[in-house]
């Protein structure tokens, strides 16, 4: 008997021995996950606490109205913070993911801006292709019909083709730079007819307006000419600039503007505005003074202005929507998953839709990605640009958008120039 009792006492030591994690999951339970909103205070204690669940406490406890998207199911987040602001908090518990954020002001004080609505979608930038076509145009170096020119150090200096342009209807416009001209294809890439500029016009960068009309920027005298179709001068004015490199132009609500890059964020600046009987005159005072800042002007077709910066801890990219009368209306967050925000492309078709884009370099070959979001900041989908391996020929500009989304992209190659046209079917 004795010795029947020590072997079951010997068989429940070694169980326990065996088994000790079971019971002490038994005996030691699992601290419950922390999350508590109030206004815009937000504590948050959770480990591997679905980023659902997390999000409807907040929504609970702060009144928000937060729309979670299907991507986000399953995800998971560990953070721990206490007193945060509503903003931080979501940026904590949102850290890679794409959401946006929308804001009401006040009309006494419309410094105090209010936070009415989050968008949680979830990291879906670049996974859904945009329906389209990509053309390829190879067009070669010389100085035929349909051909630009360009010459080595040997021959007195690297220029090549500098920049283009893309009218409302479609058509493409090249600064053929050497050889002292406009070249000009149709919105597949087909060469239509060439546009003879002045001897005396070295065309480092154009754009066209609605009316047709063509601006040339000749930085070697920082001159803005005014042409037609025949190479005609109509109008020129002298131009300021913020820098001495020559700078991207861009034309939208009867204006002509500087696009200067610096840090992480782009500025807007007017250099020239077209009357209503089409002629091209300076800027004002007040645009003039603001070329020697760094203030931004109103450039979209819709008003707006996009102000992007990447957070600190480099977790996402922020963009900024402004409305025309200076109020930030929405915060998109985008992924910092591949490349990175090129704040060139940060333009708008004729529907308001909103183009960003993004490089990534794999295996010395370049990529560029094109995101597409409605005027509401919902994310469309993504076109992919090949850049090959890189420029031969320094350009003024790299993209342009057509009014109707297609997108381009101006590639001046050691053995001929290349465009890429992604013909848009989502619009």
């Not at 913020?242 to 890059?261: E, G, K, M, N, Q």
């Not at 209503?276 to 203030?295: A, H, T």
């Not at 839709?353 to 990529?367: E, G, H, I, V």
């Not at 994310?379 to 090959?388: C, D, M, N, V």
Request: hydrophobic share 35%; net charge negative; with cysteine.
């Amino acid at each position: 008997m004795k010795a029947n009792v020590f072997y079951l006492v010997a068989l429940v030591a070694a169980l326990v021995i065996t088994f000790p994690s079971n019971l002490l999951a038994e005996d030691s339970p699992q601290k419950p996950n922390k999350v508590e909103a109030k206004d815009d205070r937000v504590d948050v204690d959770v480990e591997d606490a679905e980023i659902p669940d997390v999000l409807k406490e907040i929504e609970k406890g702060s009144g928000i109205k937060i729309t979670i998207g299907e991507a986000l199911t399953g995800k998971k987040v560990t953070a721990k913070f206490a007193d945060k602001d509503l903003e931080g908090a979501l940026r904590e518990i949102l850290r890679g993911q794409y959401y946006v954020l929308s804001y009401k002001h006040d009309l006494a004080n419309k410094e105090k801006k209010t936070l009415t609505e989050v968008k949680a979608e979830g990291d879906v930038i670049g996974s859904k292709q945009l329906k389209g076509k990509l053309i390829t145009v190879e067009i070669p170096y010389g100085k035929g019909p349909g051909e630009v020119r360009a010459v080595k150090e040997s021959e007195g200096g690297s220029i090549g083709p500098r920049s283009f342009a893309v009218d409302a209807e479609g058509k493409i416009y090249i600064c053929d730079t050497w050889n002292g001209r406009v070249q000009v294809l149709s919105p597949t890439g087909i060469f239509l007819f060439t546009i003879p500029l002045k001897d005396d016009i070295f065309a480092e960068d154009i754009v066209v307006d609605d009316r047709g009309y063509i601006y040339i920027y000749d930085g070697s005298v920082r001159k803005l000419y005014q042409i037609d179709e025949l190479g005609k001068v109509l109008s020129s004015i002298d131009v300021e600039s913020p820098r001495s490199v020559t700078l991207p132009l861009h034309y939208a609500r009867s204006a002509i503007y500087f696009v200067d890059c610096y840090a992480d964020h782009c500025g807007y600046f007017v250099i020239g505005r077209i009357l209503l009987n089409g002629l091209l005159v300076g800027p004002s005072e007040e645009e003039r003074m603001n070329l020697k800042g760094q203030d931004q002007s109103t450039l979209r077709l819709s008003g707006r202005k996009y102000e992007a910066r990447k957070f600190i801890r480099g977790y996402n990219t922020q963009i900024d929507v402004i409305e025309k009368d200076g109020l930030t209306s929405r915060m998109l967050s985008l992924p910092a998953a591949e490349g990175i925000l090129h704040g060139r492309l940060n333009i708008e078709d004729s529907k308001g839709n909103l183009y960003f884009a993004r490089t990534y370099l794999k295996d010395n070959y370049q990529l560029w990605y094109i995101d597409e979001f409605d005027s509401k900041a919902n994310y469309l989908g993504t076109a992919q640009i090949p850049s090959g391996n890189g420029y031969e020929f320094w350009a003024v500009k790299e993209f342009a958008l057509g009014k109707n989304g297609n997108i381009y992209k101006f590639i001046p190659g050691e053995k001929n120039l290349t465009l890429h046209i992604f013909l848009n079917e989502e619009n």
